[in-house]
């Protein structure tokens, strides 16, 4: 599979919060992510391990109780089931890796 940039095809998935899947195989899901600052998102858990990358803002995860300020260029693996949530400092870009491939995220 390739993907060639757009600027469409993002769905909300809460105020302030907008995604849009990059690609896709049989194992693992790329996604792109655009965070509105002063948004929260709450602490929930997934089957799917999460790998995340910070591209440009600001963001506060809290993994299993730590808390983590992170900045550009840092990144996080979230194991499978594990609590999480993220409060955006500033307007944020994210790049996240999921597996197994989230299902609900996939293209219509």
């Known amino acids: 599979m390739f993907y060639k940039k757009t600027s469409t095809g993002y769905k909300e998935m809460l105020p302030g919060i907008k995604m849009k899947t990059l690609a896709f195989g049989t194992k693992t899901l790329l996604s792109e992510f655009k965070l ?20 440009s803002g ?9 808390t983590f300020d992170v900045v ?13 949530s993220v409060q ?6 994210i790049i996240e890796v999921f597996s197994p491939v989230r299902k609900e995220y996939l293209p219509h």
Request: proline content about 6%.
């Open 36 to 55: 509105n600052m002063g948004t929260v998102i709450p602490e929930h858990h997934h089957v799917h391990e999460q790998t995340g990358y910070l591209v």
């Open 58 to 66: 600001a963001i506060r995860l809290t993994i299993n109780d730590e």
């Open 72 to 84: 550009p260029g840092d990144s996080w693996c979230i194991e499978s089931n594990i609590p999480h």
């Open 88 to 93: 955006v400092i500033e307007d944020s870009l």
